[in-house]
């Protein structure tokens, strides 16, 4: 049961990744729409990639660490997103969708992150 929840996990880390790189295709090739383009790019495919990494950790202590990065990219991931919705870059709608996907993903880590402190 374990090993397939984390399969989960990461199916949906691929899926959100697949999701911003969706998303930012769409934005305006401005200054501004590239700039955060690039940015949500790089801290919305790390997580999946952190994950992958946090399978392979040495220790307890090394599998929390990568956890929390991946955490950071997705906390990351969550402002760029609402500052592309605040802007607006692109219509809520489909804004929306990613960054309560994200919510979600930080709320996982963050329980996840607990657990193995615990």
Known sequence: MEKTRKYDLEDRLIAFAVMVLNL???LPKTFA?????GQLTRSGTAP???YGEAQSAESRKDFIHKMRIALKELRESQVCLKIIKA???LESAVVEPVLNECGQLVAIFTASIKKAQG
Do not use: T
């Open 48 to 50: 999946a990639l952190l």
């Open 24 to 26: 930012v295709e769409q």
């Open 87 to 89: 802007k607006p870059l």
């Open 33 to 37: 729409g590239q700039h955060l383009g």
